[in-house]
């Protein structure tokens, strides 16, 4: 008896009814996420509309191995801006779970000030951040900060910036970046942003935030669910699955201008959208021939062409970051696992499983280097697992039991996903190393399907 785990797996069995009855799926849907979406759909929330009721809250536990103390003074001029940008940078550092706030004791610093050193070095910051904010012509505003090194006593560089209002926030963000690198050696990714979806009053809505949760936009309405979004390469499109059709069809949404391109709506399930690392095409699960497959297809939607070649059911295709290769679950071994094929297809080099720990593994994300694998695994619970793609080692890296669709941050140092806590649907990041953890959630009503969006251009 073939069972459905998919993304879209409602309309999968919806579709798997109408087939003959040896060919339906019996039994229920094993994901228990996919479970919990289905009370989801059918909860009646008494949510307040708005963007502005679905901003995240984001709580933090555990910290990393070693933590930088950093110093970061309070920007001169602020005051002015509508935005604290210090207050965001300390909260984007504190995130990191690796750099650590030294109190600056209310102490205001411009970049340019002749700043003593040693005196914040006897205060225990390793770094020292001072800047300045200052009203421009057109309603601007000029923000300049500096790093400084108080251990070896040296300036580490800083940036200055000319922004509208409404990038006060970004710009924070791109200083937390900087910051973060030139301590640690590593790009930061409080810059990018984060799609997922809430369900409001009646109405689903698709929303993009800062990756702090907060500045949260929405790009769609619904009064059907959506799900699976996925970010293009450059951040500029967001493809996702709509039932707004009463099946699900993929679209593709261009956030600058709103305007939405019908992808793929073939007959059956069109699910579980997943981009080229060139942005040139999408990878989908459709079920158009009988049982789910994975094709191919251009941005645009034409040029559809099957790449899995099996009886099984092929579904949630991931492209790896060099584009050679695309990563999938199938349960042609009896139990789904997942599977690694040439991007090409399968008759290009057939499919190679690459998960043997556990019975039961689905959702595969790939690192942003290709190095690791990040999945669901059912074991206690549906827990998330990373593996080294080099080895097959795995560590499990939660203690949540109800995991679901895993999201690598740009730098590939924290996984995004959607889990439940304290009888919550809620969202939440872990490091890789499994010593930081956050937890997303709005202050009423559930959040699912999460994806954390590319460095932005």
């Known amino acids: 008896m073939r069972k459905l785990w998919a993304p879209n797996w409602l309309s999968a069995r919806r579709h798997n009814a109408n087939q003959p009855a040896s060919q339906r799926a019996t039994g229920p849907a094993p994901l228990a996420g996919r479970r919990a979406l289905m009370a989801w759909l059918a909860a009646a929330m008494t949510m307040a509309a708005g963007a502005a009721h679905a901003q995240l809250n984001v ?42 706030n030294v109190d600056p004791g209310g102490a205001t610093v411009a970049e340019s000030a002749n700043v003593d050193l040693g005196s914040w070095k006897s205060r225990g910051a390793d770094a020292f951040v001072a800047g300045s904010v200052t009203p421009a012509a057109g309603g601007k505003y000029e923000v300049r900060f500096r790093l400084y090194d108080t251990v070896k006593g040296q300036s580490l560089g800083g940036l200055a910036f000319t922004v509208n209002q409404s990038q006060l926030r970004v710009t924070a963000h791109k200083i937390a970046d900087y910051i973060y690198e030139k301590l640690l050696g590593e790009r930061g990714v409080f810059a990018t942003r984060l799609s997922y979806v809430s369900k409001v009053g009646g109405r689903y ?31 500029a499109r967001v493809a996702y699955v709509s039932f707004e059709s009463r099946k699900p069809v993929v679209y593709v949404h261009d956030l600058a201008s709103g305007k939405r391109t019908l992808v793929s709506n073939q007959k059956g399930n069109n699910s579980a959208p997943s981009w080229s690392p060139d942005g040139r095409y999408l990878a989908l699960a459709l079920s158009r021939d009988g ?24 579904t949630e295709p991931q492209y790896s970051p060099d584009g050679k290769s695309i990563y999938f679950t199938s349960d042609r071994g009896g139990a789904p696992q997942i599977y ?21 593994n689905v959702s595969p994300r790939i690192s942003p280097d290709g190095k690791y694998l990040a999945y669901i695994s059912r074991a206690g619970g549906f827990k998330l697992q990373l593996q080294d793609l080099s080895n097959g080692d795995v560590t499990s890296l939660t203690d949540t039991a109800n995991d679901e669709a895993p999201s690598f941050a740009a730098n590939g140092k924290y996984i995004l996903y959607a889990t439940r806590v304290g009888g919550r649907a809620v969202l939440a990041a872990v490091s890789t190393d499994g010593r930081t953890r956050q ?19």
């Open 291 to 314: 049982n789910t497959q994975v094709y191919q297809v251009n941005a645009d939607g034409s040029g559809i062409r099957r790449l899995s070649r099996s009886s099984a059911i092929d």
């Open 340 to 360: 690694r094929m040439p991007a090409s297809g399968e008759e290009g080099g057939g499919a190679q499983r690459v998960t043997f720990k556990g019975s039961y």
């Open 205 to 235: 809505q698709l929303l993009i935030s800062d990756s702090d949760g907060q500045n949260a936009q929405v790009a769609l309405t619904s009064n059907e669910p959506i799900i699976s979004p996925s970010w293009s390469p450059d951040g």
């Open 439 to 457: 937890v997303l959630s709005l202050q009423s009503g559930d959040v699912r399907e999460p994806s954390w969006g590319p460095f932005m251009q």
């Open 59 to 100: 709580e933090i536990s555990g910290v990393g191995s070693s933590q930088i103390p950093v110093a970061t003074a309070n920007f001169q001029g602020e005051a002015q801006a509508p935005q604290n940008l210090t207050a965001i940078i300390r909260s984007d550092l504190a995130r990191s779970g690796r750099l650590r």
